[in-house]
């Protein structure tokens, strides 16, 4: 079964600042990798799919890359609504299995 | 806009079943580009998928818990069901509904409900 490891574990910056986030799997996954944001009291929202694709309404500010195991999720100028819990997600195709990251915490510094 | 709303006990005690329900509204349920999936979060912790319906019936669930699954649809009603049997505190999670684009590579979700919480305890 492929992991999903997330770093940091916590991220503090200050808004306008860039903030990278890192999500790394023990096996290579193409490119079958999304990210969430979740804030508190509310459902994770769909940001980035197949590693590079903005889900429908998400800001520029917002991107995706990698391909493998190492991939990147980079907000280039943190607004105050950023400040949450992102998570990545995989899918393995056989047995079906989606499998999340543990999520990384950006908050204010 | 598509919406999905989870309904169920807030309550349950261990070795029993617990059922929740979710239902869409905003978009037909018999999309033919999407399965509909549940997925829970205990407190303060990661996210784990439960299981996919689709409208047709075609079921996929997490190995880890299959043998104590069972997700259902019904189209007239426009709501897909989770049963989950011999509950623990373990079980005990914010569950979510959510929409599930199976067919994109990455199979990402979407579209989710607010969430519901289930406490197991005597």
């Known amino acids: 079964e492929i992991v999903l490891t997330q770093s940091p574990a916590t991220l503090s910056s200050s808004p306008g600042e860039r903030a990278t986030l890192s999500c790394r799997a023990s096996?290579?996954?193409?490119?079958?990798l999304a990210w969430y944001q979740q804030k508190p009291g509310q459902a994770p929202r769909l940001l980035i799919y197949?590693?590079?694709t903005r889900a429908t309404g998400i800001p520029a500010r917002f991107s995706g890359s990698g391909s493998g195991t190492d991939f990147t999720l980079t907000i280039s100028s943190l607004e105050p609504e950023d400040f949450a819990v992102y998570f990545c997600?995989?899918?393995?195709?056989?047995?079906?299995?989606?499998?999340f990251g543990p999520g990384t915490t950006v908050d204010i510094k | 806009q598509l919406q999905l709303q989870e309904s169920g006990p807030g309550l349950v005690r261990p070795s029993e079943t617990v059922s929740l329900t979710c239902t869409v509204s905003?978009?037909?349920?018999?999309?033919?580009?999407?399965?509909w999936a549940w997925i829970r979060q205990p407190p303060g912790k990661g996210l784990e998928w439960i299981g996919t319906?689709?409208?047709?019936?075609?079921?996929n669930y997490n190995l880890s818990l299959r043998s104590r699954v069972t997700i259902s649809v019904n189209t007239s009603t426009s709501q897909f069901s989770l049963r989950l049997s011999s509950v623990t505190a373990a079980d005990t999670a914010i569950y979510y509904c959510?929409?599930?684009?199976?067919?994109?590579?990455?199979?990402?979700?979407?579209?989710w409900g607010h969430g519901a919480l289930v406490t197991v305890s005597s």
């Open positions: 959510a929409r599930h684009a199976w067919l994109i590579t990455t199979g990402p979700f979407d579209y």
């Open positions: 905003g978009a037909s349920i018999k999309s033919y580009n999407y399965y």
């Open positions: 319906v689709y409208f047709g019936g075609t079921t």
């Open positions: 096996q290579s996954v193409s490119t079958f």
């Open positions: 197949d590693a590079s």
């Open positions: 997600q995989y899918r393995c195709n056989w047995p079906p299995l989606f499998t």
